[in-house]
């Protein structure tokens, strides 16, 4: 496995990380142990996870408290990262990015994740009724208090990475050192100002949804259902993503890459997680698992050195008709 620095920072986490969005639905908790135990035994040092996970009505905070557990005394060893900010219960106070409820998230995290520090704290939207600099002042003090290592952000825009960057400079606090959002060689809308915008600032990128719910393992294809037990399966708690996924265009896509990958002796698997990781920022693909092999073979994939003259031909192939953004 190899190991990154996250952003501007001294933060190293592996090229793969594991999310956890679906530890207390898809998984029980043993199926989450295993999962963990797997990812470890492969070298990964990251897990990601969320206050609102995994979704669902009733569901929320199982993931936390699912993946405490699974790690146990090897919390120590890992980087957890989990994120605020989604709404978490009814009414004003229970979601955004204020002081007030800021102090409030963190507690009960905490308390799920059965630790004293978390790692990396995320806050999962931006909130536009709350000055950013409320809210790097709050996490600053956190930081200070020892509960939060480093802080970061997800689903960002470009210039909200830019803005929080020059901000947190101006006010001498800590910054993000990340940026979590979607990011895949069928989904690269995020190259026009987002993927820029985050080098520019220094701030570290983690693609989620790597893999396209599946669609870039291979597992769906076209004019079948996707299968019981899969992400996008019937009864899933992100089976509503099936027609953002399963597309024409998708299914198009995934069969230019496999002719690709089978003249280069290349598994799809091993090109989507390459391509992503020679992207320039891109420091760890964030890949949620269901079993065992799934870790296994999503850290062996990392292994794949693709050459540039691959990377180049990928990215012609996969290249929008009108271009960037789409």
């Not at 399966?233 to 265009?249: I, K």
């Not at 693909?285 to 999503?298: E, I, L, R, Y």
Request: net charge neutral; aromatic share 8%; proline share 5%.
């Amino acid at each position: 496995m190899e190991y990154r620095t996250l952003g501007n920072s001294g933060l190293k986490i592996s090229t793969v990380s594991l999310g956890t969005n679906n530890f207390g639905a898809i998984c029980d908790m043993a199926a989450s142990q295993a999962v963990v135990d797997s990812a470890i035994e492969a070298g990964v040092t990251m897990f990601d996870t969320a206050d609102v996970y995994p979704p669902g009505p009733g569901l929320a905070g199982k993931s936390e408290e699912f993946l405490g557990k699974a790690l146990g005394a090897r919390r120590k060893d890992v980087i957890v990262a989990t994120k605020w900010g989604m709404a978490m219960g009814k009414g004003p106070y229970m979601t955004g990015g204020s002081r007030r409820y800021i102090f409030n998230a963190v507690e009960a995290s905490l308390k799920r994740l059965g630790t004293d520090y978390i790692d990396l704290y995320q806050m999962h939207f931006p909130d536009t009724t709350t000055p950013i600099e409320e809210t790097l002042m709050a996490l600053s003090d956190l930081v200070r208090q020892g509960k939060v290592r480093y802080i970061g952000c997800s689903n960002f825009r470009g210039y909200q990475i830019v803005d929080a960057a020059h901000k947190a400079k101006a006010l001498g606090v800590p910054p993000f050192i990340s940026v979590q959002n979607y990011y895949n060689i069928l989904r690269r809308d995020i190259e026009d100002e987002r993927l820029p915008a985050a080098n520019l600032a220094g701030v570290g990128f983690l693609p989620y949804f790597p893999l396209a719910n599946g669609m870039l393992t291979g597992k769906y294809r076209r004019g079948e259902k996707p299968s019981q037990g899969t992400r996008l399966g019937e009864g899933s708690p992100m089976a509503g993503l099936s027609g953002m996924e399963l597309t024409e265009h998708n299914f198009g896509q995934v069969e230019k890459l496999e002719s690709f990958g089978k003249e280069r002796d290349l598994s799809l698997l091993q090109i989507a997680v390459g391509w992503l990781l020679a992207q320039p920022g891109v420091t760890s693909c964030m890949a949620g698992a269901t079993k065992p092999d799934q870790v296994k073979q999503n850290a062996a994939a990392a292994g794949a050195k693709l050459s540039a003259e691959d990377i180049s031909v990928l990215n012609k192939l996969t290249k929008p008709a009108g271009g960037l953004p789409f």
